[in-house]
């Protein structure tokens, strides 16, 4: 039965996070063109409160439907108790870690401020892939890293009134465990560089985050040094597996979320290049370090158990049920109109298409 109720909620989850996605875009191309005369910042604002609403029910379907628990250890008092501007720098083991971030940035009420560095090949999704762009996320490609491009994406974030946690995946692909030759090409680079092997994670790439750190280092407070491990990701016998992707998670194979947070001033980060290469390696090795203590003995830190009432960040519902039922009100007149069906599926080939063009136009990449 369990079984069952996993998969409709699956379904559910599904059909209204994509869905929803043509309403969505089309409250951001109106609000796009109300704001074609006002300041920069103030569409932003505008836009950072839709993307808020839309992550807030995607949160519902994978913290609240699923009933997972979030715990969070290190510096989250002290991020939790002010909005801030930063640089995100987080493992990377599935495609659930960009839900991590949501998870993060909506206990500090900053959800509406996620702006991700991205593989280029996101831009092809349907829809999403040109809302990204105008959200403010810089896709760039890993073969062909073109820097001028991103510094110019990243020239729009500086101006100080455009709130935003900046996020970036340094290791650029997902660890897995049995993912045998790419760990041993990760490795093979860090010793070609002098540097330290990792066991949990691949070997970090560093440009990027150096780019948008020199970029945008006046508007930012802090980096926030993220490590995420998943309940799914080990297994009875104690042994580390690939971490759950997002359909896992929907159907309910990942029931407790560990993450710490590390809150690093940005005035304690170099600003030389050599040394920031250095620098980031050593946070890795860190991040290694403590996600081998948790896969060993069931914590972050030393003497710190993580299931403790203090370190159990529950969402409460306020935050994510508006969001669920406004995306579901937009959505149930599909069901009773076949008519409005029509305009819904040539509304995303339409909006799809139109995003493309602006793509290619700008070439972002």
Request: net charge positive; charged share 20%.
């Amino acid at each position: 039965m369990k079984g069952v109720l996993a998969k409709i909620r699956y379904v559910f989850a599904v059909v209204v996070i994509t869905g929803s996605a043509p309403n969505y875009f089309l409250l951001w191309f109106l609000w796009r063109g109300i704001s074609l005369f006002l300041p920069q910042w103030k569409y932003q604002d505008g836009d950072d409160f839709l993307y808020s609403m839309y992550q807030r029910m995607v949160i519902f379907f994978f913290e609240h439907c699923t009933g997972q628990k979030v715990y969070i250890s290190g510096d989250a008092a002290s991020i939790f108790s002010k909005k801030e501007n930063v640089l995100y720098l987080g493992n990377h083991q599935s495609t659930v870690d960009w839900i991590v971030c949501n998870m993060v940035a909506i206990r500090q009420g900053s959800i509406g401020h996620l702006r991700y560095v991205m593989k280029d090949t996101l831009q092809a999704l349907p829809l999403y892939g040109h809302y990204f762009y105008q959200h403010g996320c810089i896709y760039v490609k890993r073969g062909d890293f073109k820097q001028k491009k991103m510094e110019s994406a990243l020239e729009y974030l500086r101006d100080p009134k455009i709130k935003s946690w900046t996020v970036i995946f340094p290791e650029g692909t997902c660890f897995a465990p049995n993912e045998y030759d790419l760990i041993k090409k990760s490795n093979k680079a860090a010793d070609a560089n002098g540097l330290k092997p990792l066991v949990n994670h691949l070997t970090p790439r560093y440009r990027g985050s150096f780019l948008a750190l020199a970029k945008l280092r006046s508007n930012l407070d802090a980096i926030y040094d993220v490590t995420c491990v998943y309940s799914g990701s080990v297994n009875e016998k104690k042994e580390r597996i690939p971490a759950p992707e997002l359909i896992d998670f929907l159907l309910g194979k990942n029931r407790e979320m560990y993450i710490h947070v590390r809150r690093i001033p940005i005035k304690d980060v170099p600003e030389d290049e050599a040394f920031f290469k250095t620098w980031m390696h050593n946070l890795f090795i860190v991040k290694d370090e403590i996600v081998s203590r948790f896969y060993e003995h069931g914590y972050f830190e030393k003497g710190a158990e993580l299931r403790t009432i203090e370190n159990h960040h529950a969402l409460p519902y306020i935050a994510t049920v508006p969001s669920f039922l406004f995306f579901v009100a937009t959505f149930l007149p599909l069901v009773f109109f076949p008519g409005l069906r029509l305009l819904w599926l040539q509304s995303i080939l339409l909006f799809t298409m139109f995003g493309y063009l602006v793509l290619a136009i700008k070439s972002v990449c």
